[in-house]
C-alpha cells in the first residue's frame, strides 16, 4: 500500500466525534454511601463533605445513599445494580465511596473478605465481596474510594477475580487494620485536603499519585493506605478533571491552543491488518485535551532503503549516493536487502498458506495420514516476523555503516554539511552520526558551552569504580558529573590547550543524545584541582543511579535483569560502541562494568534495565591522537585492559582495545560475577598480563555456554582473544566495524527475543 493511501485511511478512521469531548469521560458519578443508622455520626459528615468536593470543584454527578439497617444486602445491591444499569456506559466513569465500620470477616471458615458494618461491634452488615464483582458486568471504569477498617480485604477474590479489569481501589488500610474514626486524622479528611491541594496546581488528579501523596511520611497520615488497579487496555490510574462549569456549545469554534508531533515507530512490516490496529490503538481512550489526530506522514524503513539503492528519491538529493560506496560495502547492502525481501516473500507466503489452511480445515482428517513426519517443521509465521525485524535492523545498519565509510565523509566538511540537508539521509536516520562526525573531525565552529563550576553544596568525590557524581549545580536541577583528571598523567607531558580543546570537542561530541549515552550539557576547568569536569543531564523522569558493577557486587540485591533483560544490555552496549567509533572516530578507554549505569524510574521499584548508559569519557580521545598513557598498577583496572595496555602501556589505546574491554564487560554480564573474582590473591599478584588474559578466556570458555548460551559465549570469546579476522584495519575503520557487527552483535541480537 503506498504510504500516501495509508495517510489517508488512518486520518479518515481517526475524523470521529469523541475528539469533540473535554473531559476523559463523557460522565462522572459519584455515590456516597455510609449507614443510615450508623454509631458515629462523623461517617455521614464526611461523605457529604467529599460529595460537595465533587460537586462543586469536580462538577459530578452526586447521589447520597444510607444503607439501611433492614434488609442492608438486599437494598444496597438495588441500588448498585440501579446505577450500573444506568451510567454503566463506555467513557462513563462511577465513583463509590464509603465511609463506615469493616468487618475482620475472620471468623472460622470466613475468608477475610470485604463485609461492611453499621456497627463496631454486633448490628447489621453487607457483604461487599458478593456485590463487588458485578462491574465487570459495565463498560464504565469505576473508582472505590473505601474509608472503613480492613478495607484493602475488597482487594482478596471471592470468584475469580478480586478487581475487575475496569476497577481501581484505593483503601484506607491493610488487610487486618483498624482505619481512623472520622475526624481531623481520617482518611476521608487526608483525601479532600489532598484533593483541594492537586487541583489548586494542576488541572487534573491521578489516583496513582494520590495515594503517594497520602501514604508519604510528610502526608501526616498515620495509617499505610493500600492502592489497587485491574484497569486493562494499557491504562494504569484513573485520572480525575473537573467539567466546566460553562460548557462551549459549539466547541469547534475554539483554535488548538498547542500542536505536538511524534513519531511512532513499528516493529512489524505495516499491512492491512497492522494498520488496524494502530487505528484501534489511537482511537482508544482518547484523551479529552486532544482536540484532533492527525498523520502527516508515513514512512516505511524498507522504502527509505529501497529509494537510496536505487535512487529512487521524488527530488534530486545532495547527501551520498549508493554508487559512492566502496565495492564491499555495495556488495554487504544488497546482500542484506536480499535476505530482507526473502523473508517478506517468505512470510507473504506463509500468511496466504495459513489462511489457505483455514479455509480447507474440513480436509484436515483426510490428509493427516499424507504427512511426512519426518521433515523438519516449517517456521511459522511468528518466527519469520522476528527474523524479518532483524533483518531490517541490520539492513539499517548495514546501511548506516557503509555510508559513513565513504572518505569523502571523512576528509570533506561541505560533503557532510550537504549529506546533513539532504532529505534522503534525514529519512535514513543519519543526522545523529553525521553531526557527530561533522564536530569530530572540523571542530573549528563548535558553540561554546564551557561554564563555572557552582555547586550548591560540597559534592561528593569520585571514587574509583563510580566516575559519576550528582550534583546540585547553579542554574540547574540536579545534574551528574565526570572528573578527567590530569595530574596522574606522569608518563609524558601534558600540553594542557591540547587536552582542553579535546574536552570541549569531547563534550559537543557528548550533545547528541541518539545513543546509550547520558547527554552532556556543560563543561569546565578547575586547573586548582587539576581537572576538568562533564556536566551531564540527569535523565527525566529518572531518580536514582546504580552501576553495573555495584548491582554485581551487592548480593543482597533481588533485581537482577532477566536473561532476555541481560541480551539486550549487551547489544545496547554494543551498538553504542559500534556508533560512537564509526560516527566520531573516537575510542572510549574506559569500558567497563563501573561505567555502565542504569536508573530507577520515579513510579518504580525496578531499575530501568532497557535504558543503559555507557559512562566514563575520562580517557575518550580520537582515535588517530596519542593516549593519555596513564599508569595503572592496580589489578581490579587492569582486568579491563588489553595485556598491551596495563601497566606502563607498550601501545596506542584503539578501537580493537574498546572490542577486548567490550569483552570483559560481556563475561561479567553473562556470569553476574566481577571477573576480578575469578583470580586468587596469589594469582593477582602473580599473573603477567598475557597470562591474565588466557585465564579470563578460560573462564570465559567454561563458564558462559551453561549460563548465556553458545552464541553469547561465541561473541565473548571473540572479543577477548581479539578474534575477528582484523589484522589491518582501513582509514575509516570500516573492516573492524563490519567485523564487530558480524561476528559479535549479530551473535547476541537472538538473545533479546528471550523476554
Given at each position: ?133 458485578k462491574f465487570a458486568e459495565v463498560k464504565a471504569e469505576v473508582l472505590l474510594l473505601l474509608d472503613c477498617c ?606
Amino acid at each position: 500500500m503506498e504510504t500516501e493511501k495509508i495517510r489517508r485511511k488512518i486520518n479518515s478512521a481517526l475524523d470521529f466525534e469523541d475528539w469533540q469531548i473535554r473531559n476523559e469521560y463523557k460522565s462522572v458519578s459519584v455515590l456516597a454511601l455510609y449507614w443510615e443508622q450508623a454509631d458515629h455520626p462523623g461517617f455521614q459528615q464526611e461523605a457529604r463533605s467529599l460529595g460537595a468536593l465533587f460537586s462543586k470543584r469536580f462538577h459530578y454527578d452526586v447521589d447520597y445513599f444510607p444503607i439501611p439497617s433492614a434488609n442492608s444486602h438486599v437494598e444496597l445491591d438495588t441500588r448498585i445494580n440501579l446505577l450500573l444499569k444506568q451510567r454503566g456506559h463506555l467513557d462513563h466513569l462511577l465513583i463509590i465511596y464509603y465511609g463506615g465500620h469493616g468487618d475482620p470477616n475472620n471468623d472460622i471458615g470466613d475468608e477475610k473478605l470485604a463485609v461492611w458494618a453499621a456497627q463496631a461491634r454486633g448490628g447489621p452488615d453487607v457483604k461487599w465481596s458478593i456485590i463487588q464483582p458485578k462491574f465487570a458486568e459495565v463498560k464504565a471504569e469505576v473508582l472505590l474510594l473505601l474509608d472503613c477498617c480492613f478495607a484493602a480485604q475488597a482487594a482478596r477474590a471471592n470468584q475469580n477475580r478480586a478487581i475487575p479489569s475496569n476497577v481501581e481501589l484505593f483503601a484506607a488500610c491493610a488487610m487486618g487494620v483498624k482505619t481512623i474514626l472520622p475526624g481531623p486524622h481520617s482518611f476521608t479528611t487526608y483525601l479532600i485536603k489532598f484533593l483541594e491541594d492537586s487541583l489548586s496546581t494542576s488541572s487534573s488528579v491521578k489516583i496513582s499519585d494520590l495515594a503517594i501523596l497520602i501514604a508519604s511520611r510528610k502526608s501526616g497520615y498515620k495509617n499505610t493506605p493500600q492502592h489497587f488497579s485491574g484497569l486493562g487496555g494499557g491504562k494504569s490510574t484513573i485520572c480525575l478533571e473537573p467539567f466546566n462549569a460553562n460548557p462551549i456549545t459549539d466547541i469547534t469554534t475554539k483554535h488548538e491552543a498547542a500542536w505536538l508531533t511524534l513519531t511512532v515507530s513499528l516493529r512489524d512490516v505495516l499491512t492491512e491488518p497492522l494498520i488496524m490496529d494502530i487505528i484501534q490503538w489511537l482511537k482508544a481512550h482518547p484523551k479529552r485535551k486532544v482536540s484532533r489526530l492527525t498523520v502527516e506522514n508515513v514512512v516505511l524503513s524498507a522504502d527509505r532503503v529501497r529509494h537510496f539503492i536505487h535512487d529512487e528519491g521524488k527530488e534530486e538529493t545532495r547527501g551520498p549516493k549508493f554508487n559512492q560506496l566502496a565495492p564491499l560495502a555495495k556488495q554487504d547492502v544488497l546482500i542484506a536487502w536480499t535476505k530482507f525481501q526473502s523473508l517478506l516473500a517468505l512470510l507473504a507466503m506463509q500468511l496466504k498458506s495459513s489462511s489457505l489452511s483455514l479455509s480447507q480445515d474440513g480436509d484436515s482428517n483426510m490428509n493427516e495420514n499424507i504427512i511426512d513426519h519426518t521433515s523438519p517443521a516449517p517456521p511459522s509465521p511468528l518466527a519469520t516476523l522476528l527474523d524479518l525485524e532483524t533483518s531490517l535492523l541490520s539492513l539499517q545498519n548495514v546501511v548506516q555503516r557503509s555510508v559513513m565509510a565513504i572518505p569523502d565523509l571523512y576528509e570533506n566538511r561541505e560533503a557532510l554539511l550537504s549529506a546533513i540537508e539532504d532529505t534522503a539521509m534525514q529519512d535514513l536516520g543519519f543526522i545523529p552520526l553525521l553531526s557527530r562526525r561533522i564536530k569530530a573531525r572540523f571542530p573549528s565552529d563548535l558553540d561554546s558551552i564551557k561554564t563555572e563550576h557552582k555547586p550548591e553544596a560540597t559534592p561528593d568525590l569520585p571514587t574509583k569504580f563510580r566516575s559519576l557524581v550528582k550534583e546540585q549545580l547553579e542554574g540547574f536541577e540536579s545534574v551528574l558529573v565526570e572528573y578527567k583528571y590530569y595530574e596522574e598523567m606522569k608518563t609524558q607531558p601534558l600540553n594542557l590547550d591540547r587536552f582542553e580543546r579535546q574536552v570541549q570537542i569531547l563534550a559537543s561530541l557528548l550533545q547528541t543524545s541518539d545513543l546509550h549515552m547520558l547527554r552532556c550539557l556543560r563543561w569546565f576547568h578547575e586547573p586548582w584541582h587539576k581537572r576538568f569536569g562533564l556536566v551531564f543531564e540527569y535523565p527525566t523522569g529518572y531518580i536514582d543511579v546504580i552501576s553495573l558493577r555495584e548491582l554485581i557486587e551487592n548480593t543482597r540485591f533481588s533485581q537482577r535483569p532477566s536473561l532476555g533483560q541481560r541480551f539486550q544490555i549487551a547489544r545496547e552496549i554494543g551498538e553504542t560502541i559500534l556508533k560512537w567509533h564509526t560516527s566520531a572516530d573516537w575510542v572510549h578507554q574506559g569500558i567497563s562494568s563501573h561505567n555502565i549505569y542504569f536508573f530507577r524510574k520515579t513510579d518504580s521499584d525496578m531499575f530501568d534495565y532497557s535504558n543503559p548508559f555507557l559512562c566514563g569519557f575520562e580517557f575518550s580521545r580520537p582515535s588517530s591522537g596519542p593516549s593519555l598513557n596513564a599508569v595503572v598498577e592496580e589489578f581490579e583496572l587492569n582486568v579491563y585492559r588489553h595485556p598491551t595496555r596495563q601497566g606502563a602501556p607498550s601501545e596506542y589505546h584503539t578501537k580493537r582495545h574498546d572490542v577486548y574491554s567490550y569483552g570483559i564487560f560481556l563475561l561479567e554480564l553473562g556470569i553476574w560475577n566481577l571477573v576480578g573474582n575469578c583470580f586468587s590473591e596469589k594469582m593477582k599478584k602473580n599473573l603477567s598480563p598475557s597470562k591474565m588474559q588466557e585465564y579470563i578466556l578460560l573462564n570465559a570458555r567454561q563458564r558462559l555456554k551453561q549460563c548465556m548460551g553458545a552464541a553469547y559465549e561465541r561473541a565473548t570469546t571473540r572479543c577477548l582473544a581479539m578474534e575477528l579476522g582484523v589484522e589491518l584495519d582501513d582509514s575509516v575503520g570500516s573492516v573492524l566495524a563490519k567485523a564487530f557487527e558480524e561476528l559479535v552483535l549479530q551473535e547476541i541480537e537472538p538473545g533479546t527475543r528471550l523476554d
